[in-house]
C-alpha cells in the first residue's frame, strides 16, 4: 500500500515536470516569433486628401457692343437702301460703310448655347414699306466655336432665337460675329433710331 503511494507520487512529479517544460517551450516559441516580427524593418505608409472646388459660370460679353451706321439717305427714285457691316458700300443709299460687326465671346467656363433678341423690329425701328432689321452669324475670324447657327441673315423678332447651340469655351472657339443688316425703305421713319440687341447664355 505504502509503494503504490509512493508511485503515484513519483508519476505525479512526471507530469508536473512535463507540464513545466510544455510552458517553457511555449514561452522559448513566443520569444521567437517575437524576434522574428521585430527583427526586420518594415515600411509604413499613410495616405492625405487634397480637395478643391470650382465654381462653374456660364458668362457671356459683347467684346464690340455698338455698330453706329450714321446719318443717311435713300437715293431719289429708288424704293430702298441696304446698309450692312460686312464692309460693302451702301446700296442706294449714302450711309457710310461699316466693317465692324458686333463681338460676342464666351468668357465663362462652361460651353453653351445662345440665344439673341432685339426689343425692336424692322416694322417699329424703320418703318415703312417692307422693312428689313436682320442678323448673321458666323464665327470670328480664326475660330471655330460655334455649331448650329442658322445660315445667312434672319430676321430680329420680338422672341429669343437659338443662334449657337453650342459655343465653346476654348480661346480658338469662344466668338462669334453677329453681322447686322438693315433694309430702309424710301418712306421709312426719320430721325434717329436705336435697338437693342440682347444676347442669352444657357449652359450645356
Avoid at 512535463?18 to 499613410?46: C, E, K, P, Q
Avoid at 495616405?47 to 459683347?62: E, G, R, Y
Avoid at 461699316?98 to 417699329?124: C, K, Y
Avoid at 430676321?155 to 449657337?164: K, M, R
Wanted: hydrophobic share 35%; net charge negative.
Amino acid at each position: 500500500m505504502v509503494n503504490s503511494k509512493k508511485n503515484d507520487k513519483r508519476k505525479l512529479g512526471n507530469s508536473e515536470i512535463i507540464a513545466v517544460f510544455s510552458l517553457i517551450l511555449i514561452i522559448i516559441s513566443i520569444a521567437n516569433i517575437g524576434i522574428r516580427f521585430t527583427g526586420h524593418v518594415t515600411n509604413v505608409t499613410d495616405t492625405a486628401v487634397v480637395n478643391v472646388t470650382i465654381t462653374s459660370t456660364a458668362a457671356i460679353n459683347f467684346t464690340t457692343d455698338f455698330i453706329d451706321f450714321g446719318d443717311g439717305l435713300v437715293d431719289a427714285g429708288e424704293s430702298s437702301a441696304t446698309i450692312n457691316t460686312e464692309g460693302g458700300a451702301c446700296t442706294n443709299g449714302n450711309w457710310s460703310v461699316i466693317s465692324t460687326p458686333l463681338v460676342l465671346v464666351n468668357i465663362g467656363n462652361q460651353n453653351v448655347t445662345l440665344w439673341i433678341s432685339s426689343d425692336e423690329t424692322a416694322e417699329t425701328l424703320l418703318g415703312g414699306t417692307s422693312p428689313s432689321f436682320q442678323y448673321k452669324i458666323t464665327n470670328t475670324s480664326g475660330e471655330t466655336g460655334c455649331a448650329g447657327s442658322p445660315s445667312g441673315y434672319q430676321d430680329f423678332s420680338g422672341t429669343p432665337t437659338v443662334i449657337c447651340s453650342l459655343l465653346e469655351i476654348y480661346a480658338t472657339k469662344d466668338s462669334i460675329d453677329v453681322d447686322i443688316q438693315l433694309i430702309i425703305p424710301s418712306d421709312s421713319l426719320t430721325g434717329e433710331k436705336t435697338a437693342t440687341v440682347t444676347a442669352t447664355a444657357q449652359p450645356v
